[in-house]
């Protein structure tokens, strides 16, 4: 197990001298990591632990796209589609290399009813508690119908869909039958939860490992990405288009 906490630590160190460093000091150390991954994926025998070291590659990938990306004209809510659409397509070429049908990850509609309960009742509260922790800028200047739609669309797709897809769905079933279903989840969870350190809030990344671990435990239990994938969306769009006029 020692090589793959050994990633962990790199992915923690290139994020941490991206934010506090050099942006570009880290996003060279994430291109480092993502060729390391990638070589060694090639020589390792055991096709399980093979392929969770070549889906760690999509990590990286997060932040070499997000810093590389040309955003700083634009409105930051279409960073988000310019960012996300080049993830999504990378995570399913993903499944692809490594065999995955979306059944496999959990893209099953079974249990619908349960399945969005899940989703509006953990949004609403997971969204609430991280605004009053980080108490963000809106991405809108009016709370209208017309400013919220887009907006709100945007971060479903994106912040829920697509990064559900990659860490609860592609992640967690990959590292499962290499490290077992909690050192797993709390592996991928840590990962998940260090993405957040530009937010500069330790608070909010022990949040975010709690939520991490409780859709880790929500798509055991219910084999399916749909409550998390809602869950994740809706708490977005509270925390960056909702609470900011509710709560000033």
């Known amino acids: ?22 942006p570009l000091v880290g996003v060279v150390c994430h291109g480092m990591i993502l060729v390391a991954l990638l070589i060694q994926s090639a020589f390792v ?21 997000s810093m590389a990306m040309p955003l700083v004209q634009l409105t930051q809510i279409y960073w988000y589609p310019i960012i996300y659409a080049p993830l999504l397509v990378a995570t399913l070429a993903m499944m692809r290399v490594v065999k995955l049908k979306p059944s496999d990850i959990g893209l099953v509609c079974h249990d619908l009813l349960t399945q ?36 709100a669309v945007v971060l479903l797709i994106t912040t829920g869909l697509v990064e559900e897809i990659m860490f609860r769905g592609v992640l967690q079933r990959l590292a499962e ?24 809030s330790a608070v909010d990344i022990i949040f975010v490992l709690i939520v991490a671990l409780s859709f880790a435990y929500t798509v055991k239990q219910t084999r399916s990405l749909i409550g998390v994938i809602l869950a994740h969306g809706i708490a977005n769009i509270l925390l960056y288009l909702v609470m900011p006029f509710m709560l000033r």
């Open 177 to 200: 039958p290499v490290m077992g279903f909690w050192q797993g989840a709390i592996y991928i969870s840590l990962i998940f939860a260090i993405l957040h350190v530009g937010f500069f």
């Open 116 to 151: 969005i309960i899940i989703g509006i009742s953990s949004g609403l509260v997971y969204g609430i508690m991280e605004y009053i922790i980080l108490r963000p800028n809106p991405l809108v200047t009016d709370f209208t119908l017309q400013q919220l739609g887009f907006p």
């Open 1 to 22: 197990m020692l090589p793959l906490w050994l990633y962990f630590l790199a992915i923690t160190s290139a994020e941490l001298l991206t934010v506090y460093l050099d």
């Open 45 to 65: 025998a055991d096709s399980e632990r093979r392929n969770l070291i070549l889906g760690l590659s999509l990590v990286p990938l997060i932040r070499i796209l």
